[in-house]
DNA sequence: TATATACATTCGCAATTACGAATATGCCAT
DNA sequence: ATGGCATATTCGTAATTGCGAATGTATATA
C-alpha cells in the first residue's frame, strides 16, 4: 500500500487547515494550559473550542490530562513547532512576492504594500 | 487584523490536505513536468488530476507555462520541499510511536511492527 | 475547414466539515 | 443528594469539498 504515508500527510495537513486550530497550536508553544485558558484566548463558543481540541486529539497533535475538574492540553510533539516555524519563512517569502494573495484566496480587502515580520 | 496570517496558513494547509496533491507535488519534486506526464503516474481521472491542479495553482503552489498544446507545472517556492521534508520526520516520529494510527484515522486494516523509512 | 490532442471547466450529487444550541459527563463543594 | 463548574458530545443545518461525466477551449495537424 504506496499510498498509507500521503493519506496520513494529508489528514495530518487536514488537522492544520483551520484558522482556530492554527491558533490553538501557537498558544500551545507556550506550554501546557488547560481547556478553559485556551478558550479565554480564542473568539469562539465554547462547544468550538472543544471541537477543534478533539480533531487535534484525534490526529495525536496534542495530548490532554485530566487534573481535577480541568484538563490540560499540550503539545504532544515538539518537532511540528520546527515544522511550523520553517513554515513562517515560506508564509513570509510567498506573502511578500505577491501581496494581494489573501485576498484572492479569501476575498478580503487587499492591502498594500509589503508585509512585515511582526505577527 | 490579526487572524489574516493565520487564515492563510490555513488555506495553505487546506491546499495539501489531499493525497493526490501530495502526490502531484512529490512528483515536482523531480523538476517540471507537463500535466499528461503527470496524469501517467497518478491513478485518477484526468478532470479530477486537472482540479487539484487547479487547487494548487489558486493556493499558488504551483505554477504553469504554456507550450504548445500542453502545460508544464512546477512548484512556485523550492522552500515548500524543505518543509516536506522535514514533516516527514515528524511523520516517521509519529508512526513509529503508535503504529496503529493509520487505522485509527482512516479505518484501514493496522498494520504491525515498526514503519521504515523507505516510501 | 475538419479532426485530434491536451488540458480546463461546469454540473450534479454524495460525503465531509463547521457551527451554535442543547445536552451530557465528571468532578468538586455544600 | 444537590447544585455548580469545566469540558465533551450530540444534533440539525449550512457550507465546502471531492468525484466522474460531460462539455469547453486552445493548439496542432491533415
Redesign the pocket.
Known amino acids: 500500500m504506496q499510498s498509507a504515508l500521503r493519506k496520513f500527510k494529508a489528514s495530518i495537513f487536514?488537522a492544520l487547515?483551520?484558522?482556530?486550530?492554527i491558533a490553538i497550536i501557537d498558544i500551545l508553544r507556550d506550554g501546557e494550559i488547560?481547556?478553559?485558558?485556551?478558550?479565554e484566548r480564542l473568539e469562539?463558543?465554547?462547544?468550538?473550542?472543544?471541537?477543534?481540541?478533539?480533531?487535534l486529539?484525534a490526529h495525536h497533535i496534542v495530548i490532554?490530562r485530566?487534573?481535577?475538574?480541568?484538563?490540560?492540553?499540550s503539545l504532544k510533539n515538539l518537532r511540528l513547532v520546527e515544522v511550523l516555524d520553517l513554515m513562517r519563512v515560506y508564509f513570509m517569502e510567498e506573502l511578500n512576492e505577491s501581496v494581494g494573495m489573501l485576498a484572492e484566496i479569501h476575498q478580503e480587502t487587499p492591502g498594500v504594500g509589503k508585509v512585515t515580520q511582526k505577527e
Open positions: 487536514q487547515s483551520h484558522p482556530t486550530r488547560s481547556a478553559g485558558a485556551i478558550l469562539v463558543e465554547q462547544a468550538n473550542a472543544s471541537q477543534h481540541l478533539s480533531v486529539r490532554n485530566k487534573e481535577g475538574n480541568q484538563v490540560f492540553y
